[in-house]
C-alpha cells in the first residue's frame, strides 16, 4: 500500500515544481548542456557574462591554436577551399546568440592583426576585408536565428506552464467530482452540503479573506471542517510556516485537542524534507524511527516553498488506506492552491462584486504572463436585451463556450429603463490576441446566422472588448463592466 499511495500521492499532488515535463530525452546531452548552458541573456548575472565570454575566447583560442599547429603558413584559411576556423564564431553565436558571436569575430580579427605583425611576410600581409566580411555576416546570421528561437522558445514555455497549471486544477477538480458522485447517495440524507459545494464556499472564503499577518492561512477551520466529514479525522492541527520554511509553534487550527507541536518529530522532518504527504506507512523514511504523528501533510507554493503543514493524530484505523491518503493529499493541494491566490484575486473580488473566484485567478495569471512574456489575452463582453430572440441567442451563445474559457453571467438593468434587463455575457479567452478576438465573434455570428435564419448578431448585442496588459486586472474588469451596463 506504501507504493501505491506514494505514486497516487504524486499523481494526485502536481505542484508546479514537481510537475512532469513532457519532450525525447537524448542520450548524452546532460553533459552537452552542463558545458553550454542555454540560459537567457536577459537572465545572465554579470559574473556568468563574463564567463561566457571567456568561454568564447577559449574555444577561439583552441580553434587558432589547432589552426597554427596544421597549416603554419595560413593558420586562417584565407586561401584554402574553406574557411574552416569560422565554424567557432558560428556555433558560439547559434548558441549564445549574436553579442557572444560579434565578440568570437573581433577576437579573430585581433588575432589576423597579431599574427600579420609578428610574421609580416606572411600571407597575412593584406588584409582579406572579404573573408571577414562574409565571416561577420555568417555569425550575424546564425546569431539571428539562435535569438529567434530563444524567443520562440520562451513564449511556447509560457504557454505551456499555463496551460499545465488549467490541466492540473481540472484534473483535481475532475477526481473531487468523481468522489462526490461516489459519495452523494451515502451523504446526501446524513449531510447537507455535498463534497463540491463545501469546496467552493471554502475557495470563497480564502478569496473573501486574503493572507495577512495575523490571518497567514484564511479559512483554515472551514478546511479542518471538510477534512472531518471527508477523510474522517479524529485528532489534527492546522500550522503555519515562516518565510524560511520552519513551522510556527502557534495552531492556525486545530481538531479535538492536539498536544503541542514536536518540531523534531521524523514524520514531520521527513514531510518537509521530501515536501510531500508522508505517514506513518511510508517505508522511505530513514531507519522506520517511531512517530506521534500519523499523517504530516505539507501545504506548498506555486514555487515549491512550503507555507503549512498539516499534522494528523488520531483517525480511526479503517480510515488508513490509499483512498483516505490520495482524498487528504487533493484536498490540501487544493486549499494551498486557493490560499496561493487568494491575495491576487481578494482585490478583484473586493471592487468587482459578484465576479467569480475562477474569473479572478485567471485574469491574475494572465495578466502576469502578458507581463513577462508578451502573450496576448483578451476579454469579450456581449450585453444582449431581454427579449425572447436575445435570450435565445444568449443561451446558444454560451454553450459555444471552449473548455480553456472562464465565463461571467450578469443580469443588469437598461441605463434607459432600469425595469428592462439586460443579458451580459463577459468570457475570458486565455492566449487570444486582436485576431483570435474576432475569429470568435466570427465563429459566434456564423452559428447564430445558421440557427436564427439569417440574423445578425450585431443587431441585437453590443461587443465590448478588453485585452491584457494595458490597464491593472481590476481597473481593466471594473471599466468592462461599467461599460456593458452604462
Not at 508546479?16 to 548542456?33: A, E, H, L, Q
Not at 556555433?91 to 557572444?100: D, E, P
Request: glycine residues 6%.
Amino acid at each position: 500500500m506504501n507504493t501505491q499511495s506514494n505514486s497516487a500521492q504524486n499523481a494526485a499532488r502536481s505542484g508546479p515544481g514537481k510537475r512532469p515535463t513532457g519532450g525525447i530525452v537524448r542520450p548524452g546531452s546532460n553533459w552537452w548542456r552542463r558545458i553550454f548552458p542555454r540560459t537567457q541573456a536577459a537572465s545572465l548575472s554579470p559574473w556568468a557574462a563574463v564567463l561566457r565570454i571567456l568561454e568564447a575566447a577559449l574555444f577561439v583560442a583552441l580553434a587558432l591554436l589547432f589552426s597554427f599547429w596544421a597549416t603554419p603558413a595560413d593558420p586562417f584559411g584565407v586561401a584554402g577551399e574553406f574557411p574552416w576556423i569560422w565554424i567557432v564564431p558560428a556555433v558560439l553565436a547559434m548558441r549564445y546568440g549574436t553579442g557572444i558571436g560579434v565578440i568570437s569575430v573581433l577576437l579573430l580579427l585581433l588575432s589576423w592583426f597579431g599574427w600579420s605583425y609578428l610574421f609580416p611576410g606572411g600571407s597575412g600581409k593584406v588584409f582579406p576585408q572579404v573573408y571577414f566580411l562574409g565571416g561577420l555576416v555568417l555569425t550575424l546570421l546564425c546569431g539571428q536565428f539562435c535569438e529567434v528561437w530563444n524567443a520562440r522558445s520562451r513564449r511556447l514555455s509560457a504557454i505551456n506552464s499555463y496551460l499545465d497549471e488549467r490541466l492540473t486544477m481540472l484534473t483535481k477538480k475532475h477526481f473531487l467530482l468523481r468522489l462526490s458522485h461516489e459519495r452523494l447517495e451515502q451523504d446526501l440524507l446524513s449531510k447537507p452540503l455535498t463534497l463540491r459545494e463545501s469546496l467552493e464556499r471554502m475557495r470563497a472564503l480564502t478569496i473573501n479573506q486574503a493572507v495577512s499577518a495575523g490571518n497567514p492561512l484564511p479559512a483554515a477551520n472551514a478546511f479542518m471542517q471538510i477534512l472531518v466529514q471527508s477523510c474522517q479525522l479524529e485528532v489534527a492541527a492546522l500550522y503555519a510556516c515562516d518565510a524560511h520554511g520552519k513551522v510556527l509553534h502557534q495552531a492556525v487550527a486545530t481538531l479535538g485537542q492536539p498536544a503541542p507541536l514536536d518540531s523534531g518529530d521524523s514524520l514531520l522532518l521527513y514531510c518537509l524534507q521530501q515536501q510531500k504527504l508522508a505517514h506513518v506507512q511510508t517505508i522511505a523514511m530513514p531507519h522506520q524511527q517511531s512517530s506521534r504523528y500519523l499523517i504530516c501533510a505539507p501545504l506548498k507554493n506555486f514555487d515549491g516553498s512550503v507555507f503549512g503543514v498539516l499534522v494528523v493524530e488520531k483517525l480511526p484505523f479503517v480510515a488508513l488506506n490509499e483512498d483516505t491518503l490520495q482524498l487528504l493529499s487533493v484536498l490540501v493541494d487544493y486549499y494551498a492552491d486557493g490560499v496561493q491566490m487568494s491575495g491576487a484575486a481578494h482585490e478583484i473580488v473586493e471592487h468587482v462584486p459578484g465576479c467569480p473566484s475562477d474569473l479572478a485567478i485567471d485574469i491574475v495569471r494572465l495578466h502576469r504572463l502578458k507581463a513577462n512574456t508578451d502573450i496576448d489575452s483578451a476579454l469579450v463582453a456581449l450585453v444582449l436585451d431581454d427579449d425572447e430572440i436575445s435570450r435565445d441567442m444568449f443561451e446558444q451563445i454560451k454553450r459555444l463556450k471552449r473548455a480553456a474559457d472562464v465565463v461571467w453571467e450578469i443580469s443588469a438593468g437598461a441605463p434607459a429603463n432600469p425595469a428592462l434587463t439586460r443579458n451580459i455575457l463577459i468570457t475570458l479567452l486565455p492566449l487570444a490576441g486582436s485576431a483570435a478576438v474576432e475569429g470568435y465573434l466570427m465563429r459566434i455570428e456564423e452559428v447564430m446566422q445558421a440557427q436564427f435564419g439569417g440574423k445578425y448578431l450585431t443587431s441585437y448585442a453590443q461587443v465590448h472588448t478588453e485585452h491584457m496588459g494595458h490597464d491593472s486586472p481590476v481597473h481593466m474588469l471594473e471599466k468592462l463592466v461599467q461599460r456593458c451596463v452604462v
